[in-house]
Nanobody, 130 residues
Framework: QVQVVESGGGSVQAGGSLRLSCTAS????????MGWFRQAPGKEREGVAV???????????DSVEGRFTIAQVSQGNAENTVELQMNSVQPEDTAMYYC????????????????????WGKGTLVTISS
């Protein structure tokens, strides 16, 4: 059974930092795309950042480029963990953040789009106050 579990959400003031963590397990992909999406109240879910397992290729949404960093912190047969370091956060970063993972044959196909993902976590709430 595939499990995707997020942690690290919370409240922080604008200009501050926050780190999210995601652990995924139970899938047998040799190569995969794993990353973060977010959904603000009243808005559609959007891609934030993804990383490709094979070579560490990353892709970011324009809105977070230069402020957020995704990294694979552990990779193994049983489970894999990625983190999203969020710096210089702004009120518009307030959202429910979801982690997701999907099979991918190449880094160029690993993009922050929902269609690239097969399994999703339940989300962790990030609130940025001004």
């Amino acid at each position: 059974q595939v499990q995707v579990v997020e942690s690290g959400g919370g409240s922080v003031q604008a200009g501050g930092s926050l780190r999210l963590s995601c652990t995924a397990s139970g899938y047998s992909y040799n190569r995969y795309c794993m990353g973060w999406f977010r959904q603000a109240p009243g808005k559609e879910r959007e891609g934030v950042a993804v990383i490709y397992s094979h070579d560490g290729t990353t892709h970011y949404a324009d809105s977070v480029e230069g402020r957020f960093t995704i990294a694979q912190v552990s990779q193994g047969n049983a489970e894999n963990t990625v983190e999203l370091q969020m710096n210089s956060v702004q009120p518009e970063d307030t959202a429910m953040y979801y982690c997701a993972v999907g099979s991918s044959l190449s880094g160029s196909l690993c993009r922050p789009v929902q269609s690239a993902m097969d399994y999703w976590g339940k989300g962790t709430l990030v609130t940025i106050s001004s």
